[in-house]
C-alpha cells in the first residue's frame, strides 16, 4: 500500500503542479509577459527617439557648419572687397596728388617764366637807358633824344641782348 499511496501521490503532485502551473500562467505569467513586452517596446521606442534626436542632431550641426563656412567665406569676400576698395581709394589719392603737385610744379614753372620775361624786359628797359644815357654823353645833341631811343631799341632788338 505505501507502494500505491506513493503512485497516488506522485499523481496528485503532478495534478496540483499543472493547476498551479495553469493558475501561475493565468495570473502571473500572461500579466508579466504583458508588462515585458510592454516595457520592451518602450525601450524600442525611447532608442528609436534617441536615434532620431540624434540623426536631428547631426543634421542639424551640418547644417550649422554649412552655415558658419559660409559666413567665413561671405566675410572673407567682404574683407577682400574692403581691402580691393581701400586700394583703389588709396591709388587714387595718389593719383590725384600727383596730378595736384604736377599742376604745382606746371603753375610755378608758368610763373617762373612769366617773371623771367617781366624781369627780361625790365633789364632791356634799364639796359637801353643806360645804354641812351651813354650814347647821350657821347653824341651831341644834334641827334633828338627820341630818335636816339628808338636807335637803341632797335639795337637791341636785333641783337637780343637780352
Not at 507502494?3 to 493547476?19: A, K, M, R, V, Y
Not at 559660409?70 to 566675410?75: D, M
Amino acid at each position: 500500500m505505501s507502494n500505491l499511496l506513493s503512485g497516488w501521490t506522485f499523481i496528485f503532485t503532478i495534478i496540483n503542479f499543472i493547476i498551479l502551473y495553469l493558475v501561475l500562467k493565468r495570473f502571473l505569467f500572461k500579466p508579466v509577459t504583458a508588462y515585458m513586452e510592454k516595457r520592451t517596446n518602450s525601450i524600442k521606442e525611447s532608442i528609436k527617439k534617441a536615434e532620431d534626436a540624434n540623426r536631428e542632431a547631426e543634421n542639424l550641426k551640418m547644417e550649422y557648419d554649412k552655415k558658419l563656412n559660409e559666413s567665413a567665406i561671405q566675410a572673407d569676400m567682404i574683407i577682400r572687397e574692403a581691402k580691393e576698395k581701400a586700394r583703389k581709394e588709396y591709388d587714387e589719392i595718389i593719383k590725384e596728388a600727383r596730378r595736384e603737385a604736377e599742376n604745382i610744379k606746371a603753375r610755378g614753372l608758368e610763373e617762373i617764366e612769366k617773371q623771367r620775361e617781366q624781369m627780361m624786359k625790365e633789364i632791356k628797359k634799364e639796359a637801353s637807358a643806360l645804354i641812351f644815357a651813354a650814347v647821350e654823353k657821347l653824341i651831341d645833341a644834334n641827334i633828338d633824344s627820341e630818335k636816339n631811343r628808338k636807335l637803341v631799341e632797335k639795337f637791341l632788338n636785333e641783337s637780343d641782348v637780352a
